[in-house]
C-alpha cells in the first residue's frame, strides 16, 4: 500500500491513479474548509494546536503529533490494509468473496448507511464549535480540537467512499453533508442527538462518553461490512475513536473526582455550596446524553437492520472474530424485547433475531456505559461517599423504539405525570448555573477551573503542563 502525504489530499488509496477521483475530491476540498472556517471551533482558526494527524495505518506509528493551524490540518484519507481474499463474514452473502466495488442491489441501502454515518460527524463538530471560549484547561482545550479535526477527517473517510463508489449521486450527498446543519429548523443532521445543543463541558464530555461510543459500536459493525472499502475505512476511524472515548470518559471522571473533593469539605457535602457540580445534575446530564444515545441505536425490532445484515452491509460487532459467535446468518431463534402496555405495564415480545439487532448492539453498549459508571462510583467511593451514579432505565426518555414519547421514570416504572419525567433531565436552571460556573476559559499552563479536577494522563509524550494550544 502506498502512502502519498505529499499531495493536496493525503491518502493511502492512490488517488495520483485516478486523476477523474482526485480532480472530483479536490473540488469538494475548498467547499469542506469553507465550512470548517464558518463551523469549525469558533474563535481558534488562528491559533497553533498540538495536534495529532494521522499518517499511516501501522499500529505502531500511525499518528504524528505536532503544532498546526487548523485550517491547515492535513485532513487525509486512510483506509486499513486489505485483508487478502476477505470473505464476507455474515448474513445471506456469507463465506462469498467481500466486495470491492457497490453491488448493484445494495447500492440504495449502503449509499443510505454511509450518508449516515458521514453526516454526524460534522454534526459533532458544529455542535461543540463554541466550548473553546469556556475550556477548563488547555489540555482539555487541546483535546477537545483533537476530537474536532478527526470527526471531520472522518467526514473525508465517508466522503471519499461516496465520491468512488456512488458517482453522480454520491457527489451530491457530499454537498448535502456541507449544507445540512445541527439543529437548523430546515435543514437539520439526520439522527436526534446530532441536533442537540452542545452548551457546557459537562454536555461535551457526556457526548464524548455516551454519544461517541454509539459510534465505536456503530462504526465495530460497519468494519465487519461485506462492502470491503467501507469495513476498511471504519477499522482505521476506530483507531482514533479510543481517544474520543477517553476524553468523555476521564472528563466525567475528573469532574466526579472534583465533586467529591468539595463534598468532602462542605458539611453538608454540597459541591455547588463550594463551587462545584453537584451530583443530582450531573445525573440529570448523564440521563439525557445516555437516553439520546440509545436512540442511535434504532427502534430494537427493525426491518431496517435485518435488511442490512441479511444483504452482508452491517454485521454485529467483532462478527469475524474467531470464536465470538457461532452462528452468522441468525435464521433461527429470537430475542425477547420489551414493549410498553396499556395502562403503565411492560410486556415482552420475542422477536426473530436479524430484526433484533439494534437491541443486542445497544445491549453491548450499554453494559459498557456501565462499566464507565462504576468507575465513576468507585472515585467517590474511595474518599469515603456513599452517593452513586447511574444509568437510567433503556425505557426513560426515549424518542426511537417502543418506549418512545411513553412517560417512564429512570427506575422503569410508568408515571403519568411529565413533570416527574422532567425532574431527571436537565433543567433551565441546570442550564443557567453551568453558564454562570463555565463563563470563561482558564488559558495558564497546567491550571484547571474550579469544577474538574486536572488531568493526569499526558498527551504525546508532553507534560501535563505543556502549552497545548498557543494562541495568536
Ligand atoms: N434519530 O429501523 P430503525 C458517530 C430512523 S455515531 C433520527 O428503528 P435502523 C459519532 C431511521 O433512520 C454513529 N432518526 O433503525 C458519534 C429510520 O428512518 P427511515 C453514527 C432515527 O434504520 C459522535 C427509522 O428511524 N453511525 O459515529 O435499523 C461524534 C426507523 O429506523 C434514529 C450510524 O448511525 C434517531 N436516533 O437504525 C461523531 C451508522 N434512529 O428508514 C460521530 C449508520 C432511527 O424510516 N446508521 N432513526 O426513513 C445506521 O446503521 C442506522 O441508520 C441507525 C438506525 C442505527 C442509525
Redesign the pocket.
Known amino acids: 500500500m502506498t502512502i502519498d502525504l505529499e499531495g493536496r489530499i493525503p491518502n493511502n488509496v492512490d488517488l495520483a491513479e485516478d486523476k477523474r477521483l482526485q480532480r472530483a475530491l479536490e473540488q469538494w476540498q475548498p467547499r469542506f474548509l469553507d465550512w470548517w472556517r464558518e463551523m469549525g471551533p469558533e474563535g481558534l482558526q488562528e491559533s497553533d494546536v498540538f495536534l495529532r494527524t494521522a499518517v499511516s495505518v501501522e499500529p505502531g506509528g500511525w499518528a504524528h503529533y505536532d503544532y498546526v493551524r487548523m485550517p491547515d490540518y492535513r485532513w487525509g484519507i486512510f483506509l486499513a490494509p486489505a485483508e487478502g481474499e476477505r470473505r464476507i463474514g455474515f448474513g445471506d452473502h456469507a463465506d462469498a468473496l467481500a466486495w470491492q466495488e457497490v453491488p448493484g442491489e445494495q447500492r440504495g441501502a449502503l449509499r443510505?448507511?454511509i450518508v449516515?454515518?458521514g453526516d454526524?460527524?460534522p454534526?459533532?463538530v458544529e455542535q461543540q464549535r463554541r466550548l473553546g471560549a469556556i475550556a477548563p484547561s488547555l489540555y482539555d482545550l487541546r483535546n477537545l480540537l483533537q476530537v474536532n479535526v478527526e470527526?471531520a477527517r472522518?467526514l473525508w473517510a465517508m466522503v471519499y467512499l461516496l465520491f468512488r463508489h456512488f458517482g453522480r449521486d454520491g457527489r451530491e450527498e457530499a454537498e448535502e453533508l456541507l449544507a445540512r446543519r445541527s439543529n437548523a429548523q430546515d435543514n437539520p443532521r439526520?439522527?436526534?442527538?446530532f441536533n442537540r445543543p452542545i452548551e457546557s463541558w459537562l454536555d461535551f464530555f457526556c457526548?464524548a462518553m455516551f454519544?461517541?461510543r454509539?459510534?465505536k459500536y456503530?462504526?465495530a459493525?460497519?468494519a465487519e461490512s461485506g462492502f470491503d472499502p467501507l469495513a476498511r475505512t471504519c477499522r482505521f476511524m476506530l483507531t482514533e475513536e479510543a481517544h474520543?472515548l477517553f476524553v468523555g470518559e476521564t472528563g466525567v471522571r475528573r469532574i466526579v473526582a472534583r465533586t467529591a473533593e468539595l463534598m468532602r469539605e462542605d458539611p453538608n457535602e454540597d459541591a455547588r455550596a463550594q463551587g462545584g457540580i453537584d451530583l443530582g445534575l450531573l445525573q440529570r446530564y448523564v440521563n439525557f446524553w445516555f437516553s439520546e444515545s440509545l436512540?442511535?441505536?434504532?427502534?430494537p425490532d427493525?426491518?431496517?437492520?435485518a435488511t442490512?445484515f441479511s444483504e452482508g452491509l452491517?454485521g454485529r460487532m467483532n462478527e469475524g472474530r474467531p470464536g465470538a459467535y457461532d452462528d452468522h446468518r441468525l435464521l433461527e431463534g429470537g430475542v425477547a424485547i420489551e414493549e410498553p402496555e396499556a395502562g403503565g405495564g411492560v410486556a415482552t415480545r420475542e422477536v426473530p433475531k436479524r430484526r433484533a439487532l439494534?437491541a443486542m448492539l445497544a445491549e453491548g453498549y450499554v453494559r459498557e456505559c456501565q462499566k464507565a459508571v462504576d468507575k465513576w462510583n468507585a472515585t467517590l467511593a474511595r474518599v469515603g461517599l456513599r452517593a452513586e451514579l447511574t444509568l437510567p432505565s433503556p425505557r426513560f426518555h426515549r424518542?426511537?423504539?417502543p418506549f418512545a414519547g411513553r412517560l417512564f421514570l429512570p427506575d422503569g416504572r410508568p408515571t403519568d405525570d411529565p413533570a416527574a419525567v422532567a425532574a431527571h433531565l436537565p433543567s433551565e436552571a441546570d442550564r443557567a448555573y453551568l453558564r454562570e460556573l463555565q463563563d470563561r476559559p482558564v488559558l495558564e499552563r497546567g491550571r484547571y477551573a474550579g469544577w474538574i479536577a486536572p488531568a493526569t494522563s499526558p498527551i504525546g509524550r508532553r507534560p501535563l503542563d505543556f502549552e497545548y494550544v498557543r494562541f495568536r
Open positions: 443510505r448507511l449516515t454515518q454526524t460527524e454534526a459533532s470527526e472522518h439526520i439522527l436526534g442527538a457526548f454519544t461517541d454509539d459510534g456503530q462504526l459493525s460497519l474520543h436512540d442511535l441505536f434504532g427502534s427493525s426491518t431496517n437492520a442490512y452491517k439494534n424518542q426511537v423504539g
